[in-house]
């Protein structure tokens, strides 16, 4: 009988593990898309899953099948490797991100020659802050105005730029540092000296994160 009953607990073990896993996949999925500055119904119309069920996802409370998995890795334009990354992982208190291997990510409305590194990320279901390591080459981009919850800080590490704030433009040159809104449309105006790089720190209040 005592037999019977340990092989009865094993699939509960296994049940209990796989809810886990669905559950970090679940949170890399929305870190990725807000990090992407999409909305949940974008992802859902580029993967072709249904708002509904990728909601479900989000929240761990279904385990997505590879295909799945497979058309969401298209539609955040990231690997499948990056969505497990997190699996396994302890929960610590401290991220290690050594040169060059920051998480590359792909906000809306950039195209050619910028980069965006995100350099930590919350491990939980609320995010405090997100550091970005961005690097931005091509002078004859137009950029968008991204807009987003929480305060922004720039720090220009090299090269120089005008940015714009709603209706005003602040020239930016290396050293400089820059706080604002981030509910206010902003954004890159012309770039003047290239290559650029700035750290951009965007801040989460505890209202916003939860």
Do not use: C, W
Not at 47 to 67: F, H, Y
Not at 156 to 166: A, N
């Amino acid at each position: 009988m005592a037999k019977a009953k340990r092989q009865r607990a094993a699939p509960a073990a296994g049940a209990a593990g796989a809810a886990g896993v669905a559950r970090q996949i679940g949170m890399t999925v929305r870190r990725l898309r807000s990090s992407h500055g999409l909305t949940l119904g974008e992802v859902a119309r580029r993967s072709n899953i249904s708002p509904a069920m990728l909601s479900r996802m989000e929240n761990g409370d279904v385990s997505p099948s590879l295909e799945t998995l497979s058309a969401l890795t298209g539609a955040l334009g990231v690997s499948l490797s990056q969505l497990f990354g997190d699996v396994g992982k302890p929960r610590g208190t401290a991220q290690h991100v050594p040169k060059g291997q920051g998480l590359e990510v792909v906000r809306r409305g950039t195209k050619r020659g910028h980069t965006y590194h995100l350099l930590a990320a919350d491990r939980g279901p609320r995010r405090a802050f997100e550091p970005f390591l961005v690097t931005l080459n091509d002078k004859s981009e137009v950029f968008p105005g991204f807009e987003h919850p929480g305060t922004e800080f720039i720090y220009l590490l090299e090269g120089s730029l005008t940015y714009r704030h709603g209706e005003d433009t602040y020239l930016l040159k290396a050293g400089d540092a820059f706080t604002f809104a981030g509910e206010v449309p902003h954004g890159p105006e012309k770039l003047l000296k290239t290559p650029i790089r700035m750290l951009s720190i965007i801040i989460h209040a505890e209202t916003e994160a939860a």
